[in-house]
């Protein structure tokens, strides 16, 4: 695949993750309208968002077949085209049973989208020989940041202008997604056009070249999940049930609950623009281990705050002190999946990696597989944070916050497993 190609492929993957966290900061600061319109409490809404978790997941496996069978480009439109359906359904609702039947296709969608686009991503990622995955996901925090940017303009319109926001999916749609085809052109089986031997290969359902492939270590991914489980559980709770924490525990102005996501997001993305370099001089390991014990830190500020501002001020620490937990976790599954974490071979292979066989093209489909598999961690993750913490929360969401705020320490100890094939530059 050419540069121009290259290039047009990751800018539509860019708008990928754009939408997908512009329609999910859309929905969530908007969720103390939605709890005033539909009469909701925190345990209703708490099992609302236990069952769209459940149908993400549901979504994510779904992903995992249908990407195998069709490729993930078709499936990750499949999933926006759900979304450009789920959003007008919960935003205009009628009636309470459209509103949850919203909820229940959005749950799908997101679960098709988070894998797919993460798969795109980490084709991607092979492709360049770099890492791409944390600016990925930082247009995941763009989309984010422009969606509470919409809340807080718009917060004393009527809700039902929320339906705009399935624009942004819709234009999406239509982008040139990179297909899953060979870079170079075979001169013989197992031999491309470079000369580099890359082993026996064997046709897919959908035409796409497989490798055969040893056994897929699931010990060093879990590992890693255990850490995604972590992130998704502290991001889920900041985003979830930070607007709604603002509204009730400190009455703020309806508009302004937005700023519970609006600092955490900025602060993100300022880190995930500086994740190469942070990477490259500390490591991975110290890093991480150092945005747990800030996040612990933040997440205290938060429950203890005496004012609105002072747990926005926990906010934006927290936003910068996780940022980078998710697309490192992503990025090493790939590595681990594809076989080269820790090889001369492996591009991103920090520089003590011994010397391997010569390099090797990943199965993609073995990869995209374990990608859409990985993403599951994100779901369980979620639940903790949207679900365990509404309930844990119910009389009291201070003492939502406090959960995470002991959880994400966990990360200390599991930091060293993201460490495999460490990355070199951004």
Same mark, same amino acid.
């Given at each position: 695949? @050419?540069?121009?190609?290259?290039?047009?492929?990751?800018?539509?993957?860019?708008?990928?993750?754009?939408?997908?966290?512009?329609?999910?900061?859309?929905?969530?600061?908007?969720?103390?309208?939605?709890?005033?319109?539909?009469?909701?409490?925190?345990?209703?809404?708490?099992?609302?968002?236990?069952?769209?978790?459940?149908?993400?997941?549901? =979504?994510?496996?779904?992903?995992?077949?249908?990407?195998?069978?069709?490729?993930?480009?078709?499936?990750?439109?499949?999933?926006?085209?759900?979304?450009?359906?789920?959003?007008?359904?919960?935003?205009?609702?009628?009636?309470?049973?459209?509103?949850?039947?919203?909820?229940?296709?959005?749950?799908?969608?997101?679960?098709?989208?988070?894998?797919?686009?993460?798969?795109?991503?980490?084709?991607?990622?092979?492709?360049?020989?770099?890492?791409?995955?944390?600016?990925?996901? #930082?247009?995941?925090?763009?989309?984010?940041?422009?969606?509470?940017?919409?809340?807080?303009?718009t917060g004393h319109l009527s809700p039902t202008i929320g339906a705009f926001v399935a624009l942004v999916p819709l234009v999406v749609l239509f982008a040139p997604f990179v297909p899953h085809v060979?870079?170079?052109?075979?001169?013989?089986?197992?031999?491309?056009?470079? =000369?580099?031997?890359?082993?026996?290969?064997?046709?897919?359902?959908?035409?796409?070249?497989?490798?055969?492939?040893?056994?897929?270590?699931?010990?060093?991914?879990?590992?890693?999940?255990?850490?995604?489980?972590?992130?998704?559980?502290?991001?889920?709770?900041?985003?979830?049930? =930070?607007?709604?924490?603002?509204?009730?525990?400190?009455?703020?102005?309806?508009?302004?609950?937005?700023?519970?996501?609006?600092?955490?997001?900025?602060?993100?993305?300022?880190?995930?623009?500086?994740?190469?370099?942070?990477?490259?001089?500390?490591?991975?390991?110290?890093?991480?281990?150092?945005?747990?014990?800030?996040?612990? @830190?933040?997440?205290?500020?938060?429950?203890?705050?005496?004012?609105?501002?002072?747990?926005?001020?926990?906010?934006?620490?927290?936003?910068?002190?996780?940022?980078?937990?998710?697309?490192?976790?992503?990025?090493?599954? =790939?590595?681990?999946?594809?076989?080269?974490?820790?090889?001369?071979?492996?591009?991103?292979? #920090?520089?003590?990696?011994?010397?391997?066989?010569?390099?090797?093209?990943?199965?993609?489909?073995?990869?995209?597989?374990?990608?859409?598999?990985?993403?599951?961690?994100?779901?369980?993750?979620?639940?903790?944070?949207?679900?365990?913490?509404?309930?844990?929360?119910?009389?009291?969401?201070?003492?939502?916050?406090?959960?995470?705020?002991?959880?994400?320490?966990?990360?200390?100890?599991?930091?060293?497993?993201?460490?495999?094939?460490?990355?070199?530059?951004?």
């Amino acid at each position: 695949m @050419g540069t121009s190609s290259l290039t047009g492929a990751r800018i539509a993957v860019a708008a990928a993750f754009f939408a997908q966290g512009f329609v999910f900061i859309s929905l969530t600061t908007r969720l103390p309208r939605f709890l005033e319109r539909w009469g909701l409490d925190e345990v209703t809404l708490s099992l609302l968002l236990l069952m769209m978790v459940l149908l993400a997941g549901v =979504g994510s496996l779904v992903a995992e077949h249908a990407a195998r069978r069709f490729g993930s480009a078709a499936t990750l439109r499949l999933g926006l085209a759900l979304m450009v359906v789920a959003v007008p359904a919960l935003t205009l609702a009628p009636v309470i049973g459209f509103f949850v039947g919203g909820v229940a296709v959005y749950g799908i969608a997101l679960g098709l989208v988070d894998a797919t686009s993460n798969m795109q991503a980490v084709d991607l990622e092979h492709r360049y020989g770099r890492p791409i995955l944390p600016s990925s996901h #930082g247009y995941w925090t763009t989309g984010g940041i422009t969606a509470t940017v919409l809340v807080l303009t718009t917060g004393h319109l009527s809700p039902t202008i929320g339906a705009f926001v399935a624009l942004v999916p819709l234009v999406v749609l239509f982008a040139p997604f990179v297909p899953h085809v060979a870079t170079t052109p075979l001169l013989a089986p197992g031999v491309p056009a470079g =000369g580099i031997t890359v082993g026996p290969t064997t046709a897919s359902p959908s035409g796409v070249a497989a490798q055969s492939s040893a056994p897929i270590p699931w010990r060093p991914i879990w590992l890693v999940g255990a850490g995604l489980v972590v992130f998704y559980m502290v991001d889920t709770t900041a985003a979830t049930w =930070g607007p709604v924490y603002l509204a009730r525990s400190f009455d703020a102005p309806g508009n302004l609950v937005a700023l519970a996501t609006f600092p955490y997001l900025v602060t993100s993305i300022v880190v995930r623009l500086a994740g190469g370099h942070l990477i490259t001089r500390f490591g991975v390991a110290t890093v991480l281990r150092v945005g747990a014990v800030v996040a612990s @830190g933040a997440l205290a500020v938060v429950t203890l705050a005496p004012t609105w501002q002072v747990a926005v001020a926990g906010f934006t620490v927290l936003g910068a002190a996780v940022a980078l937990v998710a697309p490192l976790s992503f990025s090493a599954a =790939g590595r681990i999946a594809a076989g080269t974490a820790g090889t001369a071979s492996d591009p991103l292979a #920090g520089a003590a990696a011994a010397p391997a066989a010569p390099a090797a093209e990943p199965d993609r489909a073995r990869t995209d597989a374990v990608i859409a598999r990985f993403n599951q961690f994100n779901y369980v993750g979620a639940l903790l944070g949207a679900v365990l913490t509404g309930l844990v929360g119910a009389d009291n969401l201070r003492l939502g916050f406090a959960l995470p705020a002991v959880l994400v320490l966990a990360l200390v100890p599991l930091a060293p497993a993201f460490a495999r094939g460490a990355l070199r530059r951004r």
